[in-house]
């Protein structure tokens, strides 16, 4: 009897030898639905004809998971039949996540790449998107036949739908959500709100604050400046040149608006001037010792306790953690919340920290891969997150729950509500945005408000926190965008790395590229750090030149080049 | 020892005709362990096809069977490259610190704990010593970045002593990489390694100790006379299977630990491929470096297998 079993596991065993990754992929299948079924009948989330569809996404980028039963997710399913179970990016890149998926041949319903984008498209995991959108009207709304055209990819198809910088009706800025050199409220006020324009002047303040005070009002000492250096967050030590000499964030070139030519900024003699005064003020104590080992958690936490007192990062790399933090533990009364300031390597450039109008990254958006089964459905789904009811309760809530309505129809909160959208276990529990799916900001088709609470600007100047508002009063700003002034967006080549983000090895200029990053991930930080500053940037440069950069400023010219001309068409 | 293997001979049992009778008699030995040869095939050999993709201009859209052929080139851009020739060195210095360090502490620890005399304290020491074998590397990076930080307690002990003047940025000097990677294997898996030792141990006959004792050894005669011998096939062949494991040098601590200050001593063969290989789409250099990982592992195992079998000792084929 025994024998018999055994026998007739190992026919199965070898039948199903080579079908074995099929089989695996069918069981896991049911075992979702079975998952989905017993959702279904638990009663709040049973949809009207009781099937409700179970995607699944993942995002290269990094996120947090909300609970399995969250409210708004439930709510959103109810009205468009289906759930998507979001993950996120943890301690890796994205392009080791997205390498490790296409190694494996399996991938969720949806997914955004990133900055492997262009891996998933090589690998053929995509699938195209043209011949589907006209079917669906809010998707078919979402960009301009430009702005579709821009997406498609050397075989003419369109793979993915980038989800933001797309602004509906008139556009409501309010929050920088780029990258700044950013400072607490506390010091611009101690020293009674002094116009900042340079870097010696930003650094100048941070020390004499520092000497003043060195320690916060709890005892713990300050530290006045940090640089977040982990992995592909080097940002915040690599790109300022760029800014600094007043161009936008092109993010690997600079490109001339007059002559259309590429610049690298990474050999500029501002970025020398750059990291010569960083090295300085490392020596001086200023830059915080740790920099170049803490890891984006310990950076977060350190800028959690109120301690820091600047330093250059995105807004959207930061602040969804910090600002939260600080306002649970009530350090926002200490002024420990930041805001950027307009700064340049001289006095009387203009900057562009600040653009207005939507950047459309056309390097990456959503995407829908070969694995998903129901395409259909699937952009269905994507089309019910952009109406209006839905696209509401992604990003301000439920009425009366998260947000009120006033007599001229306009949304508002109340500081419980702003308690509770700052609490992580309220988020996780209660709010979903589907944040990478495509979605808007500007206002609402109502005409009246923001598509989400942070850009209507009533709701946004009362969520701020005292500190905050009464420093935008001492500059005469009402948002963080005056602080910094706004400027167009620059040109139609606009952004540059939106290319340089998916090059790969496989040209000679993508090589460069990788090992540019490579060498500048150990040679930026050793060059602060330096004790004879004109030897080590001296010996950078040497291996810098060593990488090839002509390679990858060639390719960039071409592209450059490439996206002018796909541009005249329009004009 | 040659004697040893004379004797091991004899032992050896009468060979067995091969009859229906006697395969029927196997039977459940014999399925079992064809499922196993079944379970190799698949999971072993199957994949090294893979190895294919070395030898091509691999794309994920393509396949294996309609990319391009191009040779050796991918082993000749990956020798050509100065990072992959310091990955190696890297991968071969952290392999041979770690065995070393880990291979002579697991034993140490395992000698010392058997001279423990309270059962108890025996058994509390152990089960202690073996726990951080379950934590995960990120555990214990965290643990080592906290401890290590220029806030942490080690700065701290230091400065209390007198020993520094400032705090010290461990991971910003790529001198202490390697002794920090040393430290926290040997910490992780110590306890883990010596659990074998004192089996080992317990395996050897008491009445040599007694023996000893009454030829008037004392304790440390007693480790150097009984407990090593005894112990000795034991260590020669986890050492050759250790040998073959030196390029497996790791992969999450160093990944986890390194930073680009370190970068040029942190970086491992694995993290090269993972850096190079998958997340540039190239896979295959990945594959290259990996069969060039594999080819290096072998020879040294041959090796070591040889040098045991020369000198009589145990080994492993």
Same mark, same amino acid.
């Not at chain 1, 430009?146 to 993915?160: C, F, S």
């Not at chain 2, 052929?69 to 310091?86: C, E, I, P, W, Y």
């Not at chain 2, 050759?240 to 680009?260: D, H, P, R, T, W």
């Given at each position: 009897m025994k024998a018999k079993k055994l026998a007739a596991l190992l026919l199965t065993a070898a039948v199903a030898a080579g079908t074995l990754a099929g089989c695996g992929g069918d069981s896991t299948q049911a075992d979702s639905n079975d998952v989905a079924g017993v959702e279904g009948t638990g009663g709040d989330s049973a949809g009207s004809n009781g099937e409700m569809k179970h995607f699944t996404a993942f995002f290269a980028v990094p996120g947090s998971e909300i609970n399995d039963d969250n409210e708004i997710m439930l709510k959103i399913g109810e009205l468009t039949g289906a759930i998507c179970k979001e993950t996120w990016l943890t301690g890796q890149t994205a392009q080791e996540a997205v390498g490790t998926l296409i190694a494996g041949g399996e991938y969720p319903d949806f997914i955004d790449g990133g900055d492997g984008a262009a891996q998933l498209?090589?690998?053929?995991?995509?699938?195209?998107?043209?011949?589907?959108?006209?079917?669906?009207? %809010?998707?078919?709304?979402?960009?301009?036949?430009?702005?579709? +055209?821009?997406?498609?990819?050397?075989?003419?198809?369109?793979?993915?739908?980038?989800?933001?910088?797309?602004? /509906?009706?008139?556009?409501?800025? =309010? =929050?920088?959500?780029d990258e700044a050199f950013w400072i607490q409220t506390r010091v611009l006020e101690w020293a009674g709100y002094p116009e900042v324009h340079t870097m010696d002047q930003y650094f100048d303040l941070i020390e004499s604050y520092q000497e003043a005070n060195p320690t916060m009002e709890d005892g713990m000492e300050n530290i006045p400046y940090t640089i977040l250096c982990d992995d592909w967050r080097y940002f915040c030590l690599e790109n300022a040149p760029q800014?600094?000499?007043? /161009?936008?964030?092109?993010?690997?070139?600079?490109?001339?608006?007059?002559?259309?030519?590429?610049?690298? &900024?990474? =050999?500029?003699?501002?970025?020398?001037? &750059?990291?010569?005064?960083?090295?300085?003020?490392?020596?001086?104590?200023?830059?915080?010792?740790?920099?170049?080992?803490?890891? /984006? +958690?310990? /950076?977060?936490?350190?800028?959690?306790t109120g301690r820091v007192l600047g330093m250059i990062d995105q807004w959207w790399d930061f602040a969804y953690n910090v600002n939260d933090a600080l306002k649970q533990q009530g350090l926002d009364k200490q002024g420990c919340n930041y805001v950027p300031l307009p700064i340049t390597i001289e006095e009387g450039i203009k900057n562009q920290w600040h653009n207005s109008g939507g950047v459309l990254n056309v390097s990456s958006g959503l995407a829908i891969t070969t694995s998903c089964e129901d395409v259909e459905g699937a952009l269905a789904f994507v089309d019910a997150l952009l109406g209006q009811e839905v696209h509401d309760l992604r990003y301000w809530g439920i009425e009366g729950v998260d947000y009120e309505v006033d007599e001229n129809g306009e949304f508002y909160k109340t500081e419980e509500m702003r308690m509770n959208a700052s609490d992580t276990a309220y988020k996780a529990s209660h709010m979903c945005s589907y944040?990478?799916?495509? %979605?808007?900001?500007?206002?609402?088709?109502?005409?009246?408000?923001?598509m989400s609470p942070q850009f209507q600007p009533k709701e946004f100047y009362d969520a701020l926190s005292e500190d905050v508002q009464k420093c935008f009063e001492a500059y005469g700003a009402e948002t963080y965008v005056d602080m910094l002034g706004t400027s167009e967006a620059p040109g139609a080549w606009y952004p540059m790395y939106s290319f340089s983000s998916n090059m790969t090895t496989a040209t000679e200029g993508g090589m460069a590229w990788a090992k540019m990053d490579e060498i500048k991930h150990e040679y930026l930080p050793k060059v602060v750090m330096a004790s004879d500053f004109e030897s080590a940037w001296e010996e950078y440069m040497g291996v810098y030149e060593g990488c090839n950069p002509q390679a990858f400023l060639d390719e960039m010219q071409e592209e450059l080049d490439r996206r002018m001309e796909a541009a005249e068409k329009y004009k | 020892m040659a004697s040893m293997a004379k004797r091991k001979q004899k032992i050896k049992e009468p060979k067995i005709e091969i009859t229906w009778k006697e395969i029927k008699r196997q039977k459940v030995l014999l399925i079992w362990s064809a499922a196993i040869v079944l379970y190799g095939i698949i999971f072993y050999y199957l994949p090294l096809g893979g190895w294919i993709m070395a030898f091509q201009n691999y794309r994920?859209?393509?396949?294996?069977?309609?990319?391009?052929?191009?040779? #050796?080139?991918?082993?000749?851009?990956?020798?050509?490259?100065?990072?992959? !020739?310091?990955v190696i060195r890297n991968t071969l210095s952290m392999g041979v610190i770690n065995l070393v360090v880990t291979f002579v502490m697991a034993i140490v620890f395992a000698i010392l704990l058997n001279e423990?005399?309270?059962?108890?304290?025996?058994?509390?020491?152990?089960?202690?010593?073996?726990?951080?074998?379950? #934590?995960? @590397?990120?555990?214990?990076? *965290?643990?080592?970045?906290?401890?290590?930080?220029?806030? *942490?307690?080690?700065?701290? !002990?230091?400065?209390?002593?007198?020993?520094l003047d400032q705090p010290l940025n461990f991971f910003a000097h790529p001198k202490y990489f390697w002794p920090i990677v040393a430290f926290a294997n040997v910490w992780k898996e110590t306890g883990w390694n010596a659990i074998i030792y004192l089996s080992a141990i317990t395996a050897i006959d008491p009445s040599l100790?007694?023996?000893?004792?009454?030829?008037?050894? *004392?304790? @440390? $005669?007693?480790?150097?006379?009984?407990?090593?011998?005894?112990?000795?096939?034991?260590?020669?062949?986890?050492?050759?299977?250790?040998?073959?494991?030196? #390029?497996?040098?790791?992969?999450?601590?160093?990944?986890?630990?390194?930073?680009? #200050?370190?970068?040029?001593?942190?970086?491992?063969?694995?993290?090269?491929?993972?850096? @190079?290989?998958? $997340?540039?789409?190239?896979?295959?250099?990945?594959?290259?470096?990996?069969?060039?990982k594999s080819l290096v592992s072998i020879v040294l195992i041959v090796i070591a297998n040889m040098i045991a079998k020369r000198s009589g000792e145990e080994r492993l084929f």
């Open positions: 498209y090589e690998a053929g995991a995509l699938i195209p998107l043209d011949d589907y959108i006209d079917q669906y009207p %809010n998707i078919k709304e979402y960009l301009t036949e430009e702005e579709w +055209d821009k997406l498609r990819q050397d075989d003419g198809h369109i793979y993915w739908i980038q989800q933001f910088g797309n602004i /509906y009706g008139e556009e409501k800025a =309010t =929050t920088h959500n800014f600094l000499d007043g /161009y936008p964030n092109d993010g690997s070139v600079i490109v001339d608006p007059d002559t259309l030519k590429v610049i690298d &900024y990474n =050999t500029t003699p501002t970025a020398k001037r &750059y990291f010569q005064k960083l090295n300085e003020e490392y020596q001086k104590g200023i830059v915080d010792p740790e920099s170049f080992t803490q890891t /984006y +958690d310990e /950076y977060i936490a350190k800028l959690s944040s990478y799916f495509p %979605n808007y900001s500007g206002t609402s088709r109502d005409n009246i408000n923001a | 994920p859209k393509d396949g294996l069977f309609h990319s391009q052929f191009v040779g #050796l080139a991918k082993f000749q851009q990956l020798f050509s490259d100065a990072t992959f !020739l310091r423990i005399k309270s059962n108890g304290g025996k058994k509390v020491v152990q089960t202690i010593s073996y726990l951080p074998h379950f #934590l995960s @590397w990120i555990i214990v990076t *965290g643990i080592l970045h906290d401890a290590l930080s220029g806030t *942490g307690i080690v700065n701290e !002990l230091l400065l209390k002593f007198g020993i100790y007694e023996a000893a004792s009454m030829d008037g050894a *004392g304790r @440390w $005669s007693k480790i150097r006379y009984v407990t090593l011998p005894g112990i000795k096939p034991t260590i020669i062949i986890l050492l050759l299977m250790n040998v073959g494991n030196v #390029l497996n040098a790791g992969f999450e601590i160093q990944y986890l630990l390194g930073n680009g #200050l370190v970068q040029s001593v942190s970086q491992t063969i694995d993290i090269y491929v993972l850096k @190079w290989g998958i $997340s540039q789409n190239d896979f295959a250099i990945g594959t290259a470096a990996g069969i060039f």
